[in-house]
């Protein structure tokens, strides 16, 4: 019972940068389909049970090689959150008017998002690393699941509030991309 309590809670901790993309997502797109909607909480939560898996191979084969990256992950991260946010800024303070396509959440923005959001999932793999594969496998179906579930809860929300807000949505959106890039760099450097 400990056991799928630690990775639940641990699984709603790295989900909150996923929550709040997924957030900034349905804000972007309030007409956004239930399928859509599947895809970017599926999307977020796959990420999220892949990148401690990564992490947690990692520190079983390539220990050392992995150590000098981690120091990079928060500046990945960061770079990546930044560059998309401040693409939302750019298009939400533009006074063009955006056609319904032109508003959607692409594939390949979706998978920068994932990677973005999740790449610190990867230091999940060392506080898992005396697991065996099987709850290794276990702690990250948890923590997918989880995620996805608050991903969707996350567009959903976004898509309540981005009918409201219509024109402001794209530029709240970005600043939240941006506010979670940061975060994410200052808690590694503080």
């Known amino acids: 019972m400990h056991?799928?309590?630690?990775?639940?809670?641990?699984?709603?901790?790295?989900?909150m940068d996923a929550f709040s993309v997924s957030l900034a997502n349905g804000l972007k797109e309030p007409h956004m389909q239930k399928k859509k909607?599947?895809?970017?909480?599926?999307?977020?939560?796959?990420?999220?049970?892949?990148?401690?898996?990564?992490?947690w191979i990692c520190v079983h084969t390539i220990v050392q090689l992995f150590s000098s990256f981690?120091?990079?992950?928060?500046?990945?991260?960061?770079?990546?959150?930044?560059y998309i946010g401040g693409g939302m800024l750019k298009e939400?303070?533009?006074?063009?008017?955006?056609?319904?396509?032109?508003?959607?959440?692409?594939?390949?923005?979706?998978?920068?998002q994932g990677l973005a959001t999740s790449i610190d999932a990867l230091s999940v793999g060392f506080t898992i690393a005396s697991y065996g594969i099987g709850s290794a496998l276990s702690a990250s179906t948890l923590i997918g699941i989880v995620t996805f579930a608050i991903c969707a809860a996350g567009v959903q929300l976004g898509k309540k509030f981005g009918l409201r807000l219509a024109d402001k949505a794209t530029i709240f959106g970005g600043f939240l991309l941006i506010a979670i890039g940061l975060k994410i760099l200052l808690s590694s450097i503080l």
Do not use: C, R, Y
């Not at 939400?92 to 920068?112: H, N, P, Q, R």
């Open 92 to 112: 939400g303070f533009s006074k063009k008017e955006e056609t319904d396509a032109e508003k959607e959440v692409s594939s390949g923005k979706l998978m920068v």
């Open 3 to 15: 056991f799928i309590l630690d990775n639940i809670l641990l699984g709603i901790g790295l989900a």
């Open 37 to 55: 909607m599947l895809k970017i909480a599926g999307t977020f939560g796959a990420f999220q049970f892949v990148m401690p898996m990564i992490g």
């Open 70 to 82: 981690q120091v990079m992950v928060p500046w990945i991260g960061f770079i990546l959150l930044m």
